[in-house]
């Protein structure tokens, strides 16, 4: 049974910084690639970072310059490490999941929400001015 367990959410004001962790049990092996979500109320889920197998990165345009996606394959611990927090970060922050296929190459990662099979209960992000 795979799960991803977020925590370091909370509540930080303009201009500070918050780090987001995301465990992940249950995988076999580590050839998946992962991903941060975000869902602030009444808009669409975003992809704010993902993060392939040989740690090839890709970012929203509005997070690029301030957020960093890293991953520690040894815990199997998926980080988000948000800088320079604008009001517009707040929102519920979701760490994904999905196993690489055969076909799939290790510097792949996706933002889009529909490619992710496991998903976390996520864990709230407030920014204050």
């Known amino acids: 049974q795979v799960q991803l367990m977020e925590s370091g959410g909370g509540s930080e004001q303009v201009g500070r910084s918050l780090r987001l962790s995301c465990v992940a049990s249950?995988?076999?092996?580590?050839?998946?690639?992962m991903a941060w979500f975000r869902q602030a109320p009444g808009k669409e889920r975003e992809g704010v970072a993902c993060?392939?197998?040989?740690?090839?990165?890709k970012y929203a345009d509005s997070v690029k310059g301030r957020f960093t996606i890293f991953q520690d394959s040894a815990e199997r611990t998926l980080y988000l490490q948000m800088d320079s927090l604008k009001l517009e970060d707040t929102g519920m922050y979701y760490c994904?999941?999905?196993?690489?296929?055969?076909?799939?190459?290790?510097?792949?990662?996706?933002?889009?929400?529909?490619?992710?099979?496991?998903w976390g209960q996520g864990t709230q992000v407030t920014v204050s001015a």
């Open positions: 249950g995988f076999t092996d580590r050839d998946y690639y």
């Open positions: 994904a999941a999905q196993r690489r296929s055969l076909y799939t190459s290790a510097w792949h990662c996706s933002r889009s929400s529909s490619d992710y099979t496991f």
């Open positions: 993060i392939a197998r040989d740690d090839t990165t």
